[in-house]
């Protein structure tokens, strides 16, 4: 069984960093598409990064491309979103996601395990 577990989030000021993690159990993140998606009140989850599996590539969305990163140590089975010039509209609950396969995604229903959330505030 897939378990994905998101840690990191919390209360920052505009301009300052955080750094999500996501560890996982039962599967291989090295092999797989990981993903991480966002959702803020009353708004759809929205596609935020991926990064392909066997070192595939990584795509991002617009509104983070050149302030947030997704990278994985392999050796810990984690996967990390390091974001940095946080905006008030970056406020979310971030979560985690795998793929079933190498291939990057950027739908959520490309997505068969999910993680729990982790909340990210930014204040101006």
């Known amino acids: 069984q897939v378990q994905l577990v998101e840690s990191g989030g919390g209360l920052v000021q505009a301009g300052a960093s955080l750094r999500l993690s996501c560890a996982a159990s039962g599967q291989t993140v090295s092999s797989v598409a990981m993903g991480w998606f966002r959702q803020a009140p009353g708004k759809e989850r929205e596609f935020v990064a991926v990064?392909?599996?066997?070192?595939?590539?990584?795509i991002y969305a617009d509104s983070v491309k050149g302030r947030f990163t997704i990278s994985r140590d392999n050796a810990k089975n984690t996967v990390y979103l390091q974001m940095n010039s946080l905006k008030p509209e970056d406020t979310a609950v971030y979560y985690c996601a795998a793929r079933r396969t190498s291939v990057k995604g950027i739908t959520r229903g490309a997505y068969g395990y999910w993680g729990q959330g982790t909340q990210v505030t930014v204040s101006s």
């Open positions: 990064l392909g599996g066997n070192d595939e590539g990584t």
